[in-house]
């Protein structure tokens, strides 16, 4: 028979799993033993139901720490009001007692009380501005309403007081990561990590200091430590190791961890789009395992148009049609926000240089145009190029499919109007011609290009001038690409003006844009009717 002494020896060692069983051993024959069982498994977080069931019965004679108990399990079970009523009765016995207050507000918050939570702050602030979980606490909701200089002193001053308790505090670690200040997140949670290797709170908090600051190995040793901690790793988790592999350019295992993220996960959307980034980058270094991946997740989704189209290009299915207009649109409404910070910044992109070029070449040098349409517009990178090059009282008109690049192009205050529509159903459809159809781009997410070229020719005035890029290739047709673009040969788009109506007034070759660092070459054409 295990000893009262043997069993809090246990438990003051934090050998808190087997303090549990020596203390459920004890509980048969002494009531008051239930209550350091229930602390046990509150500190395991296992919350032991024969205990509570023990502590529910008698549950008026219990002093404050077995109310504050039970609350917490019924809180966990997502029970508010019932723990509501054990914590307010946890007040009323110990009414200085500083947890009680710290778990009422935690129900509280549960039960969207926020005046509540508000009093409660008021009972215990500034009254114990001495006692680390109140400063802590406090703390935590300065944060929340931005009040970040009150909260760094609360928080300086709860480590002054008790070190150890707030080391071990998610407010202490969300207010350094709000503030980005990541170094003194990773030497504060180094530190915790030498005291309780084991922590779960710790390792998730090493994990993402670790991926912030670059050190994406280490995160990813912290975050394989952390999973043996969960029967199944929550998503948020998940993803935030993917970044870290992805960091470390372990794309195999990036792209792995990603695709077990659940379909439940808020931002899931957000996956979809790391998995292709992964992807592409994969098949760079480990094509045969960027194949594989890419035939299993197709099979997976296989009415996801976006999905399909990655994985051919990934697959090496070069002659892939052009996929629906809706590809373009879920791309492009992706990457929206920040797709001129990509394209200029890392993809070096000298679209508007080029149209530039063109513009200022003979026959077009002087010419001044009436009506202009950007197609396939984007977020308005060519515009002010072109609307330099009308007149006084000319007419810029943007088409894109994706509504969310259009929003980025509103902003530039350039356009006369902008239409959210695909190119080739608008120019099909529309009653007024332009005499400037500017393309630049754009070819790259069709195969065949007469269909877009008959389009143009339907838009066009009869002398009207129509500026065009293809990214090139020297043989066959048209290509599609591993990163899902098209690639053209200049034969191939000859053809296709010419069963459109067409003809090329002139060319010149240049870079696009980069990929991989490496040059992406294209053709500007200056096209004409016949």
Known sequence: MTTKAQAFGLFLQEKYSEALDAFRELADEDFSMQINLALCAAILQKPD??????????????????????????????????ALKFIDAAVSKEPDNVQTYLTRIDVLEALGDGDGVLETLKTIFPKYKNDARVLCTVAGYDAHYGQYEQSGYLLKQALKINRLYTLFQEDFYDFLLTTGKERQLLKYASEAFKLRPENPEVLYVLATASA??????????????????????????????????????????????????????????????????????????????????????RSEN?????????????????????????????????????????LIGNLKYAG????????????????RFSKALDAGCGTG??????????????????VDVSGLMLDEARKKAVYNELVQQDIVSYCNGCAEK?????????????????????????????????????????????????????????????????????????????????ELDKPENCRIFRIEKK
């Open 434 to 514: 332009f005499d400037l159809i500017v393309c630049m781009d754009v070819s790259s997410y069709f195969g065949d290009l007469t269909p877009l070229f008959k389009s143009f020719s339907n838009a066009l005035t009869a002398k009207g001038t129509m500026l065009f890029s293809a990214l090139t290739m020297n043989d066959g047709a048209f290509a599609l690409q591993t990163g899902g673009q098209y690639k053209h040969s200049a034969a191939f788009v000859e053809a296709c003006l010419e069963r459109a109506g067409l003809k090329t007034a002139a060319s010149f070759d240049g870079i696009l844009r980069y």
């Open 212 to 297: 912030l600051t670059g050190a994406t190995k280490n995160a990813d040793g912290y975050f394989r430590q952390l999973s043996k901690n969960f029967d199944v790793l929550p998503d948020r988790l998940k993803s935030m190791w993917a970044d870290a592999l992805f960091g470390a350019k372990d794309y195999v295992r990036a792209f792995d961890t990603a695709n077990g993220i659940s379909d439940e996960y808020a931002f899931k959307d957000g996956v979809k789009t790391f998995k292709r980034k992964t992807l592409y980058l994969m098949a760079q270094k480990n094509p045969d395992e960027a194949r594989e991946r890419a035939k299993q997740w």
């Open 381 to 398: 990178l060519q515009a002010a190029v072109i609307k330099r090059r009308l007149k006084a009282d000319g007419t810029l008109i943007g």
């Open 302 to 342: 296989p009415d996801d148009a976006l999905i399909c189209h990655c994985c051919a290009a990934i697959l090496g299915e070069k002659d892939k049609p052009t996929p629906s207009p809706e590809v373009a649109k879920a791309l492009f409404d992706e990457f929206a926000s920040d797709f001129e910070d990509v």
């Open 352 to 367: 508007d240089d080029l149209l530039k070029q063109a513009l200022d070449a003979e026959p077009l040098k002087k010419v």
């Open 49 to 82: 139901w024969r205990t509570t069931d023990g502590l529910l019965n008698d549950w008026e004679r219990l002093p404050a720490q077995g109310l504050i108990y039970l609350a917490e399990i019924f809180l966990a079970s997502e029970n508010a009001p019932q």
